[in-house]
C-alpha cells in the first residue's frame, strides 16, 4: 500500500493511493483516541506514582507515533527526518580549538561593545547634565 511517486514540475512527489485517503481519517482517529486515552489516565490516575504514568505515556506515545506513520502524511515525515538526518551527517563540525577561539572572540568583542556604550552613555550624561545645569 505505499504510494506513487509522480514528477510535478522538475520535483519527484510521493501521491498517495486512493485505499490511504480512505483508511487516512480512521487511523488518525485511532491517533487521536491514543493521545485522549493517554490525557484522561494521567489524570484519573493522578494519585498513582509519577514514574507508573511516565512509563504508561511513554508507551502510549510510541503507539501513538506507530500508528501515525503508518498513514501517508506520517511517513512523509519520516521521509523528512531520514533526510535531515542525513543532511546533519554531511556537517563538518568545527574542532574544540575553533569552538573555544570563536566563543573567546565573541566574548572580548561584547566587552568591548560594552564599555563603547558605557562611554557613550557617560559623555552624553555629563553633556546633558552641564547643559541643564
Known amino acids: 500500500m505505499r504510494s506513487s511517486v509522480e514528477i510535478f514540475q522538475g520535483l519527484i512527489v510521493s501521491v498517495p493511493r486512493e485505499e490511504e485517503y480512505r483508511l487516512g481519517w480512521l487511523k488518525w482517529s485511532f491517533v487521536c483516541l491514543i493521545v485522549a486515552a493517554g490525557v484522561y489516565g494521567n489524570w484519573y ?35 523528512l527526518l531520514k533526510e535531515a538526518r542525513a543532511e546533519i551527517r554531511k556537517v563538518i563540525w568545527p574542532t574544540p580549538q575553533e569552538v573555544t ?3 573567546a572572540l565573541v566574548l572580548v568583542l561584547v566587552f568591548l561593545v560594552a564599555v563603547i556604550l558605557w562611554l557613550l552613555d557617560w559623555s552624553l550624561g555629563s553633556l546633558v547634565e552641564g547643559l541643564i545645569g
Open 101 to 103: 577561539q570563536t566563543t
Open 45 to 79: 490516575f493522578a494519585e498513582e506514582s509519577l514514574l507508573y504514568r511516565v512509563l504508561a505515556l511513554v508507551a502510549l506515545a510510541m503507539l501513538a507515533l506507530a500508528v501515525a506513520s503508518q498513514t501517508f502524511s506520517g511517513r512523509m515525515v519520516l521521509d
